[in-house]
């Protein structure tokens, strides 16, 4: 049995001009699959969502979604999830607005497996938990930022490499590599939450100018180390 997924609004400008999806990871419990707002995959994708909010809260529309199961049910996968998540935003929002995927761990493996939508414009996959043929997925037109720790033990940073590198023959694909970070983002968890929201407001929104590491993404700089 599954249970209804939720959409959480961190920030509902009036005019918005993007919306970006915000998707926790976590993993599958026998005893209890319900998701919790208080687990700790869901509460640390709180900062980032706000680190996104921030980017532009006049123009960007950003909601957290609570995925109907923890871990991936092969029954009912976190990407139905997103596909209904996106189907309530073009409700409210219409089909025009494009749509940012940012997801951690589960999270980011359903954000990759959900870009095909034609409403997504971008991927941010922090430390995805993914196999490397998740990156057989046609993917053309968006752009893909894959942000993994080097000292993650639960999603094996080759893997996403693996990954990247598939999505690179559809897409256009940056690899950041972050020295020392392991997967629950806690250590350099700035870093992530920095490079989620610029990633995400250069990609979404008309008129930004990206600097620093996004900016080397965008223009085109496959492998990053920071």
Request: no cysteine; glycine share 8%.
């Amino acid at each position: 049995m599954t249970n209804s997924p939720r959409l959480i609004a961190v920030s509902e400008p009036r005019r918005a001009e993007a919306v970006v999806l915000v998707l926790h990871g976590g993993a599958s419990r026998r005893d209890d699959p319900r998701v919790s707002p208080t687990q700790l995959s869901v509460l640390r994708m709180i900062p980032i969502a706000k680190r996104i909010a921030k980017a532009d809260r006049r123009r960007l529309a950003v909601y957290r979604l609570l995925n109907s199961t923890r871990g991936w049910d092969t029954r009912h996968t976190p990407v139905d999830d997103v596909h209904w998540a996106i189907d309530q935003l073009r409700e409210g929002f219409g089909s025009d607005l494009p749509v940012g995927l940012v997801g951690h761990s589960l999270g980011g493996r359903a954000a990759i497996l959900a870009a095909e939508r034609p409403e997504v414009r971008s991927v941010v996959a922090l430390n995805p938990w993914v196999y490397p043929a998740d990156g057989d997925v046609d993917l053309s037109g968006r752009r893909v930022l894959v942000v993994h720790g080097t000292d993650d033990r639960i999603a094996p940073p080759d893997r996403s490499a693996a990954a990247a590198r598939s999505l690179s023959r559809t897409a256009q694909v940056s690899y950041v590599r972050v020295d020392g970070a392991k997967h629950a983002m806690l250590r350099r968890g700035r870093e992530f939450e920095r490079l989620a929201a610029d990633f995400s407001a250069a990609t979404l929104l008309e008129g930004r100018t990206p600097r620093g590491v996004v900016a080397r993404a965008l223009s085109g700089e496959a492998a990053i180390d920071v």
